[in-house]
């Protein structure tokens, strides 16, 4: 049948492509892209011949068996993205299709079931954080983090931030991507170093830190409430499954990543932030919440109570501009910790700090290298090594090991080794058997 349209996908007629463009004032579409050289605004591609999609999945495969998997390999990389045990009901559970939506749900007339399991969501975070509302879900931590000092800044209707270098660097540059353009001052001093003042909005801090410490927060919770600030830290939810919640020591927000519970390592994604706030901090608190209620026949129902996006309030009130949510990896994350279980969130967090501390015993024994005293930990510590984290690294991998992160900018030739539940005697043997050698062999 003829039709007036240029493309099946592309909806608009030529004499509708020829008004538009006089209405601008160019001769051609190709005029709009002037400024585009022209060896690249249509480059010739190479393309290989198509594949039948038996060919596709073995050159695929191919290429994916050239990755070092963590569990096929020893691997002590943490630094905020860590691989613990994830039950298969996780998998089971958000595959189904009424949870697999392929659109956010933010709609008011979304499903019971989604808002019950946002509402189940919320009800988790708020009972491993000891904080009394929590959102539907951030990006991810780090976000959730720089989410936390804003919001600081709008409940005090201050402008300056404490951060504390402990807090992970890249949380750290995420914060100051989102604050300083907005005008907020930020100062970054080491934990117990920070001079809180009548401008300071709030004090950010991790827990347990970027280098694995432990800290009692009362102190800086009791200054920062006495200059008038609020405390926001960013928490490893597999942490509180055997340490104090940070709600105990007095903080007002709690940040997190709940990638370690339910989520796979993946390539850095999805992932999904935790948000936590005291109730009378809520209604500045970004992001949407699910309540619970009943109908008029006393049925329990579940509605969206709660939702500070541009779209549905005047935009200069907004609280956030969080649009796609990462709902069914929070849908997840609720899942594995109903699957775990109190108990096990515990036996997951006193398996990861028993074997990390026997890691750490096990290296400190060694010649040539020191684990650094931060005092308490849980799972990650720093090593002093002979060589630098690089040559380090190096040499593990040729021994078929993923080594640590490079720690070597707070201590010299300091690596940043990680350990969860998931390492086998082996791999933490294998581990020790070959920095000894490197140690004896001179990185090689």
């Given at each position: 049948?003829?039709?007036?349209?240029?493309?099946?996908?592309?909806?608009?007629?030529?004499?509708?492509?020829?008004?538009?463009?006089?209405?601008?004032?160019?001769?051609?579409?190709d005029e709009l892209f002037?400024?585009?050289?022209?060896?690249?605004?249509?480059?010739?591609?190479?393309?290989?011949?198509?594949?039948?999609?038996?060919?596709?999945?073995?050159?695929?495969?191919?290429?994916?068996?050239?990755?070092a998997v963590p569990g096929e390999v020893p691997c002590f990389v943490g630094g905020g993205v860590y691989r613990h045990f994830i039950p298969s009901v996780v998998g089971a559970m958000i595959s189904r299709g009424e949870f697999l939506t392929s659109y956010t749900p933010y709609q008011p007339e979304v499903s019971q079931g989604t808002l019950q399991a946002t509402y189940e969501y919320q009800s988790m975070i708020c009972e491993i954080t000891a904080m009394e509302?929590?959102?539907?879900?951030?990006?991810?931590?780090?976000?959730s983090l720089a989410e936390a000092a804003l919001m600081a800044c709008r409940v005090t209707g201050r402008h300056s931030v404490?951060?504390?270098?402990?807090?992970?660097?890249?949380?750290?540059?995420?914060?100051?991507?989102?604050?300083?353009?907005?005008?907020?001052?930020?100062?970054?001093?080491?934990?117990?170093?920070?001079?809180?003042?009548?401008?300071?909005?709030?004090v950010l801090t991790q827990y347990p830190d970027y280098f694995g410490a432990v800290r009692d927060?009362?102190?800086?919770?009791?200054?920062?409430?006495e200059a008038g600030a609020l405390l926001?830290?960013?928490?490893?939810?597999?942490?509180?499954?055997?340490?104090?919640?940070?709600?105990?020591?007095?903080?007002?927000?709690?940040?997190?990543?709940?990638?370690?519970?339910?989520?796979?390592?993946?390539?850095?994604g999805p992932f999904v932030g935790y948000f936590a706030?005291?109730?009378?901090?809520?209604?500045?608190?970004?992001?949407r919440i699910a309540g619970r209620t009943v109908d008029h026949e006393g049925r329990i129902g579940?509605?969206?109570?709660?939702?500070?996006?541009?779209?549905h309030i005047r935009r200069e009130r907004a609280t956030s501009n969080i649009c796609t949510s990462e709902a069914l990896i929070a849908t997840g994350t609720a899942v594995c910790l109903a699957a775990l279980g109190p108990g096990g969130l515990r036996r997951m967090a006193e398996l990861s700090y028993q074997k990390a501390h026997y890691v750490a015993a096990e290296i400190a024994a060694l010649d040539s290298y020191e684990v650094v005293d931060n005092g308490p930990w849980f799972n990650e510590f720093v090593v002093r090594c002979p060589h630098t984290a690089l040559e380090t690294n190096a040499a593990l991998w040729r021994r078929g090991i993923i080594g640590g992160i490079d720690a070597g900018s707070a201590v010299e030739n300091g690596l940043l080794l990680s350990v969860t539940e998931m390492h086998t005697r082996a791999e933490i043997d294998a581990l020790v058997s070959a920095l000894r050698e490197i140690a004896g062999k001179g990185a090689q």
């Amino acid at each position: 049948m003829p039709t007036p349209f240029p493309h099946s996908y592309l909806p608009h007629t030529e004499a509708q492509r020829r008004e538009m463009i006089d209405a601008v004032g160019v001769s051609s579409v190709d005029e709009l892209f002037a400024d585009i050289p022209d060896a690249f605004r249509n480059p010739d591609i190479t393309l290989p011949p198509a594949l039948t999609e038996l060919e596709l999945l073995r050159e695929i495969g191919g290429l994916a068996k050239r990755n070092a998997v963590p569990g096929e390999v020893p691997c002590f990389v943490g630094g905020g993205v860590y691989r613990h045990f994830i039950p298969s009901v996780v998998g089971a559970m958000i595959s189904r299709g009424e949870f697999l939506t392929s659109y956010t749900p933010y709609q008011p007339e979304v499903s019971q079931g989604t808002l019950q399991a946002t509402y189940e969501y919320q009800s988790m975070i708020c009972e491993i954080t000891a904080m009394e509302a929590a959102n539907a879900g951030m990006y991810d931590g780090a976000s959730s983090l720089a989410e936390a000092a804003l919001m600081a800044c709008r409940v005090t209707g201050r402008h300056s931030v404490i951060v504390h270098d402990t807090v992970n660097p890249r949380y750290r540059a995420v914060v100051d991507t989102y604050l300083v353009p907005q005008g907020v001052e930020v100062i970054t001093v080491a934990p117990g170093g920070e001079s809180i003042s009548d401008a300071t909005a709030c004090v950010l801090t991790q827990y347990p830190d970027y280098f694995g410490a432990v800290r009692d927060l009362t102190p800086i919770a009791d200054a920062a409430h006495e200059a008038g600030a609020l405390l926001a830290v960013s928490a490893d939810p597999v942490a509180l499954g055997m340490f104090r919640a940070p709600g105990e020591f007095g903080a007002d927000i709690v940040t997190g990543e709940t990638q370690p519970i339910g989520v796979n390592m993946s390539f850095g994604g999805p992932f999904v932030g935790y948000f936590a706030c005291r109730l009378s901090h809520i209604r500045q608190m970004p992001g949407r919440i699910a309540g619970r209620t009943v109908d008029h026949e006393g049925r329990i129902g579940y509605a969206l109570t709660l939702q500070t996006r541009e779209q549905h309030i005047r935009r200069e009130r907004a609280t956030s501009n969080i649009c796609t949510s990462e709902a069914l990896i929070a849908t997840g994350t609720a899942v594995c910790l109903a699957a775990l279980g109190p108990g096990g969130l515990r036996r997951m967090a006193e398996l990861s700090y028993q074997k990390a501390h026997y890691v750490a015993a096990e290296i400190a024994a060694l010649d040539s290298y020191e684990v650094v005293d931060n005092g308490p930990w849980f799972n990650e510590f720093v090593v002093r090594c002979p060589h630098t984290a690089l040559e380090t690294n190096a040499a593990l991998w040729r021994r078929g090991i993923i080594g640590g992160i490079d720690a070597g900018s707070a201590v010299e030739n300091g690596l940043l080794l990680s350990v969860t539940e998931m390492h086998t005697r082996a791999e933490i043997d294998a581990l020790v058997s070959a920095l000894r050698e490197i140690a004896g062999k001179g990185a090689q």
